[in-house]
């Protein structure tokens, strides 16, 4: 009797003890082995999916967040599974810094395993260069014409301006005229005075 309460206590200090250990090794079989980026690395462009590997199978229902150094949850695609690799798009506009990117994994064994990694994006900015004008030179090269000043317009003499300037001929002229007459008649005069005056003195002689 003795030897059988022994017994049984020794029975239920194993089932105990056995209760305690297989959580622990539940979730020592279920864990990350590698991913891309990798933990805590630094990557010199912005990659195009976060891709982990676990060390099981797991279920179509594991997933994974992605988050900023700020706490804030960045959209990512739909986590994707294939045997004991889950994989997700990122989103092609991340900026520099750390990013965090917490999983949750379901095992073959039906068990939901949480667990985390971060790495940092360290990507070159190159700023846009200002676009140069083109030159004359170039645009002949290119063949497109080069642009030509316009010509000045030319000013037509109003006319206004023309009468006032025919105006100004006619008047100049009408005194040339009237200026010539009385000289033109004295000379007539002196001439015919002439003419007589020959003629009396070859009759007289």
């Known amino acids: 009797m003795k030897g059988g309460l022994i017994q049984m206590k020794r029975m239920l200090i194993f089932i105990f003890a056995f209760m305690l250990i297989l959580p622990n090794t539940v979730l020592a079989h279920s864990k990350l082995t590698a991913s891309t980026p990798s933990a805590d690395s630094t990557v010199n462009t912005v990659p195009g999916q ?22 804030e949850q960045i959209e990512t695609g739909k986590a994707s599974v294939n045997g004991a690799t889950m994989t997700g798009a990122l989103p092609p506009d991340l900026a520099n810094g750390v990013y965090t990117v917490k999983w949750t994994i379901i095992g ?3 068990h939901s395993v949480e667990g985390e990694f971060s790495f940092t994006v360290d990507a070159p900015v190159t700023s846009p260069s200002p676009e140069a004008s083109p030159s004359p030179d170039s645009a002949e090269a290119s063949g497109q014409p080069a642009a030509s000043a316009e010509p000045s317009p ?22 040339n005229g009237s ?16 003419v007589i005056i020959t003629l009396s003195r070859r009759r007289k002689s």
């Open 154 to 175: 030319t000013v037509e003499p109003s006319p206004s301006a023309d009468a006032a300037q025919a105006d100004d001929t006619g008047n100049e002229n009408d005194g």
């Open 108 to 110: 073959a064994d039906s």
């Open 50 to 71: 976060v891709e982990m590997t676990f060390n099981t199978d797991i279920e179509s229902l594991s997933n994974f967040k992605l988050f900023n150094a700020a706490g």
């Open 179 to 194: 200026a010539l007459t009385p000289i033109l008649i004295i000379a007539g005069i002196i001439v015919i005075a002439a």
